[in-house]
């Protein structure tokens, strides 16, 4: 059987993505590269933003045109990912395309084929630490190395559509990690410099397994201690909730000058609206952390995520997250609220900001930051505009779109 894939997934499903191509070619099915070539299509759909329904709803729409082009040799299609779960009401609309959560890997794998073969594992073994194509990378460099360390998510945002797609918490175990980070950072020929830990949220891992997230990267330095390489490290989506637990321990683990790159999603500093969406920390918490981190490492970067027209939000809330995020954070992405259906939100009874009132509030977060040594852009609801580490050294503000 030849299966083809096709997805818009962010960072931590492109890596399971790959994982579950490995172990159907182990299983001897083909991967091919041209839809035309398949005798089943595997389409990956995510829902995070508008932009990414866009773009999987075109990811579908090229899928069935193949099927109308192709006479009587019609393909089979399946759909995953949080696209299936999110809008529901749009992929049963075609009873052509066989859809499936998330979490139902396994079902895939029987319809195509493998359920009596060797069982897939896909928290407690080695995965993949690149995506399948070069092509499905902004940039791609082979010296950056991506550990997945959880998929899922243990955190309950009212607004947030990730863990409605994505659903429960499920970390890969620590040892699996490890291997992972040995094997990556073996051969005579290596030239990673960098691994980067990713997951939906990287501070709910270990909830789910009785493990603290400060447990794993204990480890992960204790084995870097072995390597005879001069490897960085960059935590990637680490809600800032995750601070609360074991504070003190996280201090002293990333005033470690190999942690290089932090990611802390702030959406804003208004306690008051922090309750409203259900994230528990506090701005001056975050403040707290960054400020005692940086007496050690000085040359950590730290990134942000503001997100702005949130229903009730003042413009005093909206000024005064974006003045604390210029002044705490090296680089900042903004975005705008978008109202996701089946998101608990749903059931609250907010007005909601028109899309002029949040573009008028953009600006005013735009204008206040063009006078900081921020880097901003417009973050995953436009997918070109991320950035890499090495510009965001340079300290340098720029507006709009980033290459």
Sequence with gaps: MKIFFNDNFCTIYKLQLNHIAEYLIQNGLQVVTEQYEADVIVIGLCAAFEADETRSMKIINDALKLNLTCGGDKKSI?????????????????????SFYFWEISKILSELGVEKKEAFDCYNTIWPSEFRLKEDYRVYDE????????????????????????????????????DQIKHVTSGEKNKVTRIILTGTDTAAYGNDINIRFTDLLENILLELDRIPLNLKIRIAQFNPEGLKNNF??????????????????LQTSSSRLLRIMKRYYVADNI??????????????????????????ETIKELIETTKFASKYFDEIAVYKFEFKKGTEIEFHNFEYFSEKEKEIRKNIVYDILSRSSCLVHSGGQDIESLLNNDVIKERKY???KQG
Excluded: W
Excluded at 78 to 98: H, M, P, Q, V, Y
Excluded at 143 to 164: A, D, M, R
Excluded at 248 to 263: A, G
């Design 287 to 312: 403040k707290r952390f960054i400020k005692k981190v940086k007496e050690y490492n000085k040359k950590i970067i730290f990134r942000t995520d503001l997100l702005i027209g949130f229903p009730t």
């Design 78 to 98: 399946l759909a995953f990912g949080c696209f299936t779960k999110i809008r529901e009401d749009i992929i049963s609309r075609f009873n052509n395309i066989k």
């Design 398 to 400: 720029t507006y709009g």
């Design 143 to 178: 010296t950056k190395k991506f550990i997945g360390i959880s998929t899922g998510c243990s955190f309950n945002c009212v607004y947030c559509p990730h863990k409605l797609g994505s659903g429960d918490l499920r970390s890969r175990s620590p040892h699996s990690i490890i």
């Design 248 to 265: 003190n321990k996280m201090v002293e683990l990333c005033r470690d000058n190999r942690i290089e790159d932090f990611q802390l999603p």
